[in-house]
DNA sequence: TAATTGTAAGTAACTTATTACATACAAACG
DNA sequence: CGTTTGTATGTAATAAGTTACTTACAATTA
């Protein structure tokens, strides 16, 4: 759908970054040239750089897109639930949720984590999980705090496990299964890490 | 260090399947060429092309390694272990040390599970998963028949979690941690997901 | 008018794979 | 035993295609 008529420097980032995601939803992120994004766009190939100084620009923006729009969905779901437990599961569900909306953000994550030494873009990355790991520890010391879970729990271990649950349920939901199933299969490993925290529902 | 000397086909195509494991282990997979890889090795380029055919057959003989390799060394952790549910605990510490001895094999993994389509590389690494959460998936029943483990247990949801933990740690390890606490945080994380399990020590 | 946004064409670097040719090596033979 | 001879393994060069980015120029818009 090529939406010729011109537009400004801002609209066409958006643009792009939305495109790069969208891209990466069914392909290797690392495999997607300048080429094929400007091609969706229905633009040519250097109009992109009239709005990047360059690809890794853009990648870069893309990290940032998504570290502002998923820790957003995160602290809503967080405040939003009633207690410091419920304020888990709603994280950990609107995450899943989020990826299945966006598939394109895991594959770019994982596609830039894979990138070796220390640009820009990896570190965005890295403070994503870093955030993300830093706001389910402080839930899980509240919710330790007034007893809703186990008092000798490691909080650094489940902090982890919490994030790892979910990246594992990504790898192989991306492995072959059916996309719409990795809700279903969410609530059973969400039970079973709740149960391992202790949980008193 | 050019070994230099002309070897047969046999030894070139484990010495490549090393060296691309090796150089994984620091770089982005999808970014080693042939180049790369050569000159590790110290020959030329088109060598590689006398005992494989294509850049592709590299990647799968590296596939089917880590299936070989990676199989054996759970079955043993498994069967070298007095019950079903130690035998768990075996597998699980078995293939955080198979990683952190060989950190290229996760990288290579997640490399190739970026790509579309239904190469056989990914079909190698699908059948990879499968039959690890398949032989998970049977040691939990084992441990469930002798009441080791909770009887109200979704098995599926606990084989899922199994291979997301130790995906999650690898991940989260892969993003600037440092390696050798890989061990450490594995044991705190294996301990949590025991207790979810309703193991009995 | 002057800046911005777009195009079309081009470039330099890089990648996989092939080709023509050289050399080591083992078996066969006189 | 020494020579020949066929094959496996290596090199150097290069073909053919791709990629990110640039440049010269045109058109839109403020």
Same mark, same amino acid.
Request: glycine residues 8%.
């Given at each position: @759908?090529?939406? &010729?008529?011109?537009?400004?420097? %801002?609209?066409?980032q958006a643009e792009i970054i939305a495109t790069m995601l969208a891209l990466a939803a069914?392909? &290797?992120?690392?495999?997607?040239?300048?080429?094929?994004?400007?091609?969706? @766009?229905?633009?040519?190939q250097g109009a992109l750089f009239r709005h990047f100084s360059s690809k890794e620009a853009? #990648? *870069? =923006?893309?990290? !940032?897109?998504? !570290? =502002? +729009? *998923?820790m957003a969905r995160l602290g809503e779901a967080r405040q939003a639930?009633?207690?410091?437990?419920? %304020?888990?599961?709603? @994280?950990?569900?609107? +995450?899943?949720?989020f990826i299945r909306e966006l598939p394109g953000v895991p594959r770019f994550v994982f596609a830039e984590l894979q990138q070796p030494g220390d640009s820009p873009v990896r570190q965005c990355v890295q403070k994503i999980m870093q955030r993300h790991r830093q706001t389910v520890?402080?839930? *899980? !010391?509240?919710?330790?705090?007034?007893?809703?879970? #186990?008092l000798d729990l490691d909080c650094h271990a489940a902090a982890a496990l919490f994030l790892g649950a979910?990246?594992? *349920?990504?790898?192989?939901? @991306?492995? %072959?299964?059916?996309?719409? !199933?990795i809700d279903e299969r969410a609530r059973?490993?969400? #039970?079973?890490?709740?149960?391992?925290l202790g949980a008193r529902p």
């Open positions: @759908m090529p939406s &010729n008529p011109r537009q400004s420097t %801002g609209s066409r069914a392909r &290797n992120p690392a495999d997607i040239t300048t080429t094929d994004i400007a091609k969706a @766009m229905g633009v040519t853009i #990648r *870069l =923006a893309v990290a !940032e897109w998504i !570290e =502002a +729009h *998923l639930a009633p207690d410091a437990l419920q %304020g888990l599961e709603a @994280m950990f569900l609107a +995450h899943v949720q520890a402080e839930a *899980l !010391e509240s919710a330790k705090a007034v007893q809703l879970i #186990r979910i990246q594992g *349920l990504v790898i192989q939901t @991306m492995l %072959g299964e059916v996309p719409a !199933e059973g490993v969400l #039970r079973l890490y709740l149960c391992g």
